[in-house]
């Protein structure tokens, strides 16, 4: 595998984890010699990285929304194009509102828990279910509620199999959608990431497919779908929206213009 390039600011990251030292201590302590032990340590993750190896992995940590999430290479990496449907159900769910504040929100293949941690914070009496298939996202997932000081369900299910009968006023997800042989999973931090969580092994609408077509049987009169997808998906999520039943179908774009959330509404 070719050698990654290593920049400054990665450097820097990394020095602050072997050293436990703030980015403002580094900075004001510019002369200090780092310890043999942690010269070591520093130079093993430096090797790592230029194997390839994600700097979330390396540290342990990411953040999203403004908060950090635990991560292992169990779970994908949080992502800020995620932040979008974030910001979307949050609106739809309505953080001022007291009477949404009973609002049931599921997350289907939470991985690190991000997104379900992140609504049950933000929306802070709206009760959160999330789901993923993998006992060890799950894990991880637990674990980030724990340090983050909010209750979430985490069920361990395949989507919806192993979830009770139950409705939900809003369900999201971010599921895998890079098609197979997509030349992205061959690429940088994709390659250390758990496949399940990027791919379908099929055509990258599988998952999606899916989760469109069930969802409509787990959403209250009125309650919302609204998932993540790829780059060249819009047009194709429409039409399994419109298919499914869907109405009021959203698409919104990100900061690139491109469309990478969508969603619809059940009719009442
Ligand atoms: N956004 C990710 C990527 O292509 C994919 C995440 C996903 O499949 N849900 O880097």
Redesign the pocket.
């Known amino acids: 595998m070719a050698r990654q390039h290593i920049c400054a600011a990665e450097a820097r990251l990394l020095l602050g984890q072997v050293s436990g030292r703030s980015a403002a201590w580094l900075e004001a302590h510019r002369e200090e010699a780092l310890a043999p032990p942690q010269l070591a340590a520093f130079n093993a993750l430096v090797e790592r990285r230029a194997a390839g190896e994600p700097v979330a992995y390396l540290l342990g940590t990411r953040e999203f929304y403004g908060r950090d999430f635990a991560v292992t290479p169990a779970v ?1 990496i949080p ?1 800020p ?1 995620t932040e979008l449907l974030v910001e979307l159900a949050v609106a739809k769910v309505g953080a001022g509102d007291t009477a949404q504040r009973a609002a049931r929100i599921l997350d289907l293949g939470a991985g690190s828990g991000c997104i379900a941690i992140t609504l049950a914070l933000e929306l802070s009496l709206t009760r959160v279910t999330a789901v993923d298939v993998s006992p060890a996202a799950l894990a991880v997932a637990r674990d980030n509620a724990t340090r983050l000081g909010v209750a979430v369900e985490f069920v361990e299910s395949n989507w919806f199999a192993g979830l009770r009968e139950e409705r939900f006023d809003l369900i999201v997800a ?5 098609a197979s042989g997509d030349s ?1 999973l061959a690429q940088g931090d ?1 390659r250390f990431e758990p496949a399940s ?3 379908d092994h099929a055509d990258g609408l599988a998952a999606i497919r899916h989760i469109v077509a069930t969802a409509p049987r787990w959403l209250k009169p009125g309650g919302w779908l609204l998932f ?1 997808h ?1 780059y060249d998906q819009a047009r194709a999520v429409r039409d399994l929206l419109v298919g499914a039943g869907f109405a009021d179908i959203e698409q919104h774009s990100d900061l690139a213009g491109i469309v990478r959330v969508s969603g619809g509404r059940m009719s009442d």
Do not use: K
């Open positions: 994908l992502r194009e971010n599921p895998p959608y890079v992205h994709l969580a990027l791919t993540e790829g």
